[in-house]
Structures are given as structure tokens and as C-alpha cells.
């Protein structure tokens, strides 16, 4: 099994590989899926390896189960079959799966603190916002976040998901006046990639139930974290 996936300047490390599933690490910057600015895209650099590397002809499946924002990276998992797929979409939606990030934030975080937020998505303008009470199409997030290191101003914090919602962790925390670092969308004034990482990804596999676990950490300039 190859170590990276190269295409188009981007240079992919794959985590883990099998029948069943394809996981790697997600460059920042890197969209996902197609999108309106016809960049190359994550889900078909990955079809194109695995139709090079399995000589298979025509139009290779691979499931998408999860999405990352563009400027967001770290790990990923993607199935390889349509019952892979359909397993791990039912633990993502059931929130089963363990999901962490690191987050550099505006302000201190001094302890563990628990966010809840009801939140509404805006498909014409791609923003996700607060919602107002009883409106329509709001839905509950919550996340969990631990302070690891607290210094200028800035934390950086480990959080865990319990829900799954778009922009979740980036606007709750502007919600509480602590955008993160780089986030212009909402709220940082401060130039800059966002500094949001996908760490940590913990799961039962799609076929045979053994836990399938993958860590990651950034190549953040100035910034340590565990070894896990």
C-alpha cells in the first residue's frame, strides 16, 4: 500500500486501506467534492488512485460518509463499497462515531466547558447562525472543548462532537466571542489559515466491528500537541 496519494500538487497520506474502506489526511484548502470553483477535489483524486491502483476501468465507487469545511484538514474515512457506505453513514448519523478536532481560539478557555446551541443553515449564503426560538429548520448542536494550552490571548483546544452540524464548532464558539483564529467567514479579524484540524477519528469497522482508530495532528507553526 502506498504511503501518499500524489495529484495536482497535493500530496495525500493514506491512514489506513482496505476492501471496505479508504482513509487518509485531508490537505487544508482542499475541497471535499466539487464545488462552484472547479478546483480539483479530494473525492476525485481519491477515485482516480484507487482506479490506477486496481486497474479498474470506468467509473470507480467511493462513498463520501463525511465532510470536512475546504480550509479544514485531518482525517477522513470513505467506503469503498455501497454496504460499507450505508453502515457508516448510519453511525455518523446516529453520532456513534468519535470526532475531535484542535481549535486555536480567540480568548481563553480556562477549564472543560459544554456549548449547546440551536443552529439553522442558510443555503443561499453557505453561513450557519444561531437560531432564533421556534424557527424553522433549527437544529441542536453541542460540543464539548478542553483547553490544552493557554498563552497570548489564544487556546488551543481539543473538542469533541456530539452532534454533526455545518460550521458547528466555528460558530459556537463566535456565538460566545471566541472565533477561531483565521476565521473570517465569522468573525477573526486576524489573516490567516483557519486553524481548525480533524485529530481524531474512532469508529467500528463496516464489516467485521473491530474499532478502527486514526490520529492526526497539524504541522502548526509554534504549536505542540499530544502524541496520542
Not at 457506505?85 to 462515531?97: C, D, I, K, M, P
Not at 460540543?143 to 452532534?163: C, I, K, M, N, Y
Request: charged share 25%.
Amino acid at each position: 500500500m502506498t504511503d501518499c496519494v500524489m495529484d495536482a500538487g497535493w500530496t495525500i497520506p493514506v491512514l489506513y486501506e482496505d476492501n471496505h474502506l479508504l482513509c487518509v489526511e485531508k490537505p487544508a484548502n482542499l475541497p471535499v467534492q466539487a464545488d462552484s470553483s472547479l478546483d480539483r477535489d479530494l473525492l476525485s483524486i481519491l477515485r482516480d488512485y484507487i482506479g490506477r491502483r486496481y486497474e479498474k476501468p470506468g467509473r470507480v465507487y467511493l462513498g463520501l460518509v463525511h465532510r470536512l469545511d475546504r480550509p479544514v484538514g485531518g482525517a477522513m474515512v470513505f467506503a469503498r463499497t455501497s454496504k460499507a457506505a450505508a453502515r457508516l453513514s448510519a453511525q455518523f448519523a446516529a453520532h456513534t462515531v468519535q470526532k475531535r478536532y484542535y481549535a486555536v481560539l480567540q480568548g481563553e478557555l480556562r477549564a472543560e466547558t459544554r456549548l449547546e446551541n440551536l443552529l439553522v443553515s442558510d443555503e443561499r449564503t453557505g453561513m450557519t447562525r444561531e437560531a432564533r426560538p421556534g424557527e424553522a429548520g433549527a437544529k441542536k448542536a453541542a460540543l464539548v472543548s478542553t483547553p490544552l494550552l493557554v498563552r497570548d490571548g489564544l487556546t488551543l483546544a481539543d473538542v469533541r462532537l456530539e452532534t454533526g452540524r455545518t460550521h458547528q464548532i466555528r460558530v459556537q464558539f463566535a456565538s460566545r466571542g471566541m472565533p477561531l483564529l483565521g476565521d473570517g467567514k465569522y468573525g477573526s479579524r486576524i489573516k490567516g489559515g483557519l486553524m481548525l484540524w480533524s485529530c481524531r477519528l474512532v469508529f467500528p469497522h463496516p464489516s467485521d466491528g473491530r474499532r478502527m482508530a486514526f490520529y492526526r495532528a497539524p504541522d502548526w507553526a509554534g504549536w505542540r500537541f499530544p502524541a496520542e
